[in-house]
């Protein structure tokens, strides 16, 4: 029995952190286990800061509101601040290095740094930052099987964007393989 | 034997509750024989109004369904969107279609919505005993404007026909009159018209009628027709101001 | 069975609605509901027959539903709060028709234009002043996404049934978050067989759809056998959730999204050996107050939790006729409150009765 996973996801609005969350929750769907997706939404996803709460378990998700996350990725300032502090202890934090310079104060937590934006110029993954930031989490905390990623990309890329399914599992490799 | 004159089938039997010398009964008749001519009263659905056609689902013999106030035109669209081979009609008033109701007539109207709307036009609120409608001419005295409608703080009547002509939606309007023998007979013609055109689903139809409330008016029945030509008229005149089908303006 | 697929709330719901045969819709624009008017927008005109309108108003468009309806079809509005506040007039004129519709109202926080994060303050509205009148509405309070989705269905048929219209009152979180859900089989267009509906007849079979009675002793009567299919559905169609309370002394008890917070605190209470319980009110009219009353039995105090300034609450001490405390907490605004803050009300509670 996998562990539950509790996370938040937040950062600007345009990085993409409620495609994240959707990869995650549609890898438990896959997997065959609850899971649930929670948007902030309105004025917020226009240029304001944004994050999605995800759950997934194997028992029914009692309560879709995450205040106290097992692992949370930051990808901006204002979103490190008001996270960080809120995970549980032993819990996960990734940290978006390449636009987050300040450093997590806590010894009771698990952190990582992923220059994500960085990465994903270097390998020629422009606009994938989130799903290396993906990557990394399901390394850090096993939310899935690596092996159902592929398919994972395949329910979520939008068909316009079908021929970049391949680039997308990429940026997911990439990030496990930090 | 030749029957010379009887009731539409359209029609019930039911004995109306409109004041004596109102015009509504004539407008009622016409309507009726509209449908009959169509052969269409299985098939006709109309919408009642709010205001003194309120009891018009007791009158028209076929189904019916009475709307809420002004709302008449977005019940009608609802009907004719499940029902598109069935003629819908709406029998408004000027409270119900030019106050109240004038966002849904509007868009029933802007979205081409293939109805006929009845207009009658009498330059008051008659159910509610006389109140100013938003087509009550300049200083006419109702009991809401005593002292008579003051365009500066009332502002002017509404011109529905000439508003709605602007619409791309509009298929047909007309104004017609019911003061004179010749003039009812010009609205039976428009009614039908009407109806044709829906039939022909091009789209969004509406037939004002100039109409009188001696009751209101604190006139006689003939003092009220008299009325209707001397003042009405000259503000809403009469003629066709929108019709698809390239007809001529016979105002 | 059929897969399960990831859908927001709204998208559910709506998929679900065409499914159960609704084919005709009518809505305006608001938030947090606009996915349920776009996603109507997108499929129902691949449907032969079927219509999508954006009305000029939230009025218009309940009072499409009232022609739609009248016609014989299977018809639904959405909207949120204010929206519904503008409905309000067509509700009343469609129960007075007795007419069958579905208005889901996907709650944001009011009064006025308030805001648009997840409220349940409305649940006066829904329950006791749909419209004007002595009216009921039959009111189904989802607390998941595939609650969304089934009680959609269940909404059209119980409509359908007893000819009055039904609210499915959600709100925000709900139809905007998603979950795994497993979508019903596609039912089709529901015959237009309505033998009272206004689709074309003369003479002495044609069909009137009215709400107005001006002789007092005829609407008397009428009102009065409305009210007959009222007490009939509050005897048959009562619905609620209950958990862990054959032992329990705090009652929690929570509707909608709030029952997911509630429910995951009265879990960690029992983890922390307080003997709480929970009861979640699935119809929120008719009200399952026999539930509450066989708990009140046993039960030394309830605790109503609300996003709102508790408007189930007095349901609750009614439903009990006050024989124990009924404690409230709620969160106004918009507001989800957590866990923890409805634990350590529970705590305080179960503190105070050492």
Redesign the interface.
């Known amino acids: 029995m996998a562990k539950d996973l509790n996370a938040i996801l937040a950062g600007f609005g345009g990085q993409g952190v409620l495609f994240m969350g ?1 990869a995650i ?2 890898a ?2 896959l997997e065959g286990r ?6 902030s ?2 004025p917020e996803m226009r240029g304001g800061t944004a994050n999605c709460a995800v759950c997934v378990s194997d028992e029914t ?5 995450v ?2 996350p097992n692992a949370a990725v930051v990808m901006n300032g204002p979103s490190f601040d008001k996270f960080v502090p809120k995970v549980e202890p032993a819990g996960v934090i990734i940290v978006e290095s390449s636009i987050v310079s300040a450093k997590v104060c806590r010894d009771d937590v698990e952190v990582y740094y992923v220059p994500a934006m960085e990465l994903a110029e270097k390998h020629s993954l422009q606009g994938l930052a989130n799903l290396i930031l993906v990557g990394k989490l399901l390394a850090a905390t096993g939310f899935c099987k690596m092996e159902t990623m592929p398919d994972v990309m395949k329910h979520i890329v939008p068909p316009r964007k079908a021929h970049l399914i391949e680039k997308n599992f990429e940026a997911v490799q990439l990030g496990f393989g930090l | 034997m030749t029957t010379v004159f009887e009731r539409p089938k359209s029609l019930t039997a039911t004995p109306n509750t409109y004041c004596p010398g109102c015009t509504h009964g004539i407008i009622h008749r016409l309507v009726a024989q509209a449908i009959d001519g169509l052969d269409m009263q299985a098939k006709t659905v109309g919408v009642a109004p709010v205001g003194c056609a309120v009891f018009a689902y007791n009158f028209f013999n076929c189904d019916m369904v009475q709307a809420p106030h002004g709302r008449a035109p977005a019940v009608a669209t609802g009907i004719k969107r499940v029902t598109p081979d069935n003629l819908v009609f709406t029998y408004q008033g000027d409270g119900d279609l030019a106050a109240i109701g004038t966002a849904e007539t509007i868009h029933a109207a802007a979205r081409g919505e293939n109805i006929t709307v009845i207009f009658v036009n009498n330059a008051i609120y008659g159910m509610t005993g006389g109140q100013m409608a938003p087509t009550t001419l300049a200083n006419q005295v109702t009991q809401t404007s005593p002292f008579g409608r003051d365009i500066k703080s009332a502002g002017s009547p509404i011109r529905i026909c000439e508003m709605l002509s602007t619409l791309d939606g509009v298929a047909y309007a007309e104004r017609v009159s019911v003061d004179s023998v010749p003039n009812i007979r010009k609205a039976a013609k428009a009614i039908c018209k009407a109806f044709e055109i829906q039939k022909a689903g091009k789209g969004f139809t509406i037939i004002e009628l100039l109409s009188t409330c001696p009751t209101n008016w604190g006139l006689s029945p003939v003092e009220s027709l008299d009325w209707l030509r001397e003042n009405m008229m000259p503000y809403y005149p009469l003629g066709v101001f929108k019709d698809i089908d390239g007809g001529k303006d016979n105002g | 069975m059929s897969q399960r697929v990831l859908m927001k709330g709204n998208e559910a719901l709506a998929e679900a609605a065409i499914r159960a045969g609704c084919h005709h819709f009518f809505g305006y624009p608001i938030t947090p509901q606009n996915e349920i008017v776009a996603y109507m927008s997108k499929r129902l005109p691949k449907i032969e027959g079927a219509c999508f309108l954006q009305a000029e108003s939230e009025i218009a468009a309940i009072n499409m539903l009232l022609g739609a309806s009248a016609a014989g079809a299977r018809v639904m509005t959405s909207s949120s709060s204010p929206g519904i506040s503008l409905k309000t007039e067509g509700i009343s004129y469609i129960a007075g028709s007795d007419l069958p519709v579905v208005v889901v109202n996907t709650q944001r926080a009011g009064p006025g234009l308030g805001g648009i994060q997840p409220s349940q303050a409305d649940y006066w509205q829904a329950t006791k002043a749909p419209g004007h009148g002595d009216l009921r509405v039959l009111v189904f309070a989802p607390c998941s996404v595939q609650e969304m989705v089934d009680m959609v269905t269940t909404a059209f048929d119980m409509a359908d049934k007893y000819r009055m219209p039904a609210i499915i009152l959600a709100d925000g979180m709900l139809g905007q978050m998603m979950e795994a859900v497993t979508l019903p089989e596609d039912r089709g267009r529901q015959a237009n067989n309505k033998e009272w509906a206004t689709n074309g007849h003369a003479g002495e079979n044609r069909n009137i759809i009215n709400s107005l009675y001006i002789n007092p002793d005829e609407l008397e009567k009428i009102i009065r056998d409305r009210f007959a299919r009222y007490a009939e559905i509050e005897a048959k169609h009562t619905q609620h959730e209950e958990y862990a309370l054959e032992d329990a002394d705090i009652v929690v008890t929570a509707y909608g999204a709030s029952a997911r917070v509630a429910k995951a605190a009265v879990r960690d209470a029992r983890a922390k050996g307080i003997k709480a319980g929970f009861i979640r009110p699935i119809t929120l009219w008719p009200f399952p107050k026999e539930a509450y009353a066989k708990a009140a039995n046993t039960a030394r105090s309830f605790l109503c939790v609300e996003m709102s300034m508790g408007q189930m609450v007095d349901d609750v001490r009614l439903a009990i006729s006050s024989k124990v405390p009924v404690h409230f907490y709620g969160r106004p605004g918009g507001i989800v409150p957590a866990p923890e803050e409805v634990l350590a009300e529970i705590e305080k509670i179960a503190g105070g009765m050492n």
């Open positions: 959707k929750a549609t438990g769907l609850e899971v649930s997706w929670l948007p939404y309105g998700i009692g309560c879709p509101v205040t106290v």
